[in-house]
């Protein structure tokens, strides 16, 4: 039996201190603030980091078990994705869906983690997601992101999707509320904000 429940948290977005990565650090506070002996954050943003793209040579499934392409960022990724008892995708909406970067490395953790994975114990996958709200995407990002969770055989819980823009950091100038793109009450929209 474990002591401890490790919570990775990943910020999906190439900009650092973005609104991806401010919504995650207050997601896992919230996390560690409810049993701080028991759950160990961890805050990983791929800004920067480079996922070259799957090139479906297969190997992964027929003989090797893992990605046979390096030289770019998966590995430390994937193993801190295989660590995890939780995980938080903290993802913006690009093009109504998630951005490459992140795209590839699921492509990649998916083909090469997911017939080995099936005999660990589940995880918990959840994923905050928000958009400038011109085109909207938060629902198909969220829903590709279930959908990852249960081909990994994990489980995806209630999920926080966010139409409105996050609160700055307080050096930044007052935020007027958008009300045009106003948050609605559907299932899981946030009206924080
Ligand atoms: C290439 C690109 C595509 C985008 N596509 C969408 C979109 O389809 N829908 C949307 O609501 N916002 C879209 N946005 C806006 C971002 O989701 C929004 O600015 C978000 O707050 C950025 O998050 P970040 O601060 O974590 O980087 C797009 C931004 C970029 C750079």
């Known amino acids: 039996m474990k002591d401890t429940i490790k919570l990775l948290g990943i910020s999906a977005s ?7 990565r401010f919504l995650l650090e207050v997601a896992l506070e919230a996390a560690s603030a409810v049993a701080p002996d028991l759950v160990e954050t961890e805050l990983h943003s791929v800004a920067g980091k480079i996922f070259d793209p799957c090139d479906a040579c297969d190997m992964c ?13 998966f590995d430390e990724l994937h193993d801190k994705w295989i660590e995890a008892d939780a995980i938080i995708y903290s993802v913006p909406v690009f093009h109504m869906g998630v951005p490459g970067n992140l795209k590839n490395f699921l492509d990649r953790v998916g083909n090469s983690v997911v017939e ?6 589940w995880k918990v996958i959840g994923t905050i997601t928000q ?14 992101l279930n959908g990852h969770a249960v ?15 996050p609160r700055p950091p307080t050096s ?14 559907a299932a899981g929209t946030c009206s924080a904000w």
């Open 61 to 73: 499934h027929d003989e090797l078990g893992y990605c046979k392409i390096t030289g770019d960022d």
């Open 14 to 20: 190439p900009r650092e201190h973005g609104n991806s």
């Open 116 to 121: 080995g994975f099936y005999s660990k114990p």
């Open 151 to 165: 081909m990994m055989g994990c489980i995806p819980p209630t999920t926080l999707t966010s139409r409105c823009r």
């Open 131 to 144: 958009g400038s709200g011109i085109a909207t995407g938060q629902e198909q990002v969220m829903m590709y």
């Open 172 to 185: 930044w100038p007052p935020q007027v509320p958008n009300t045009r793109w106003a948050p609605t009450k």
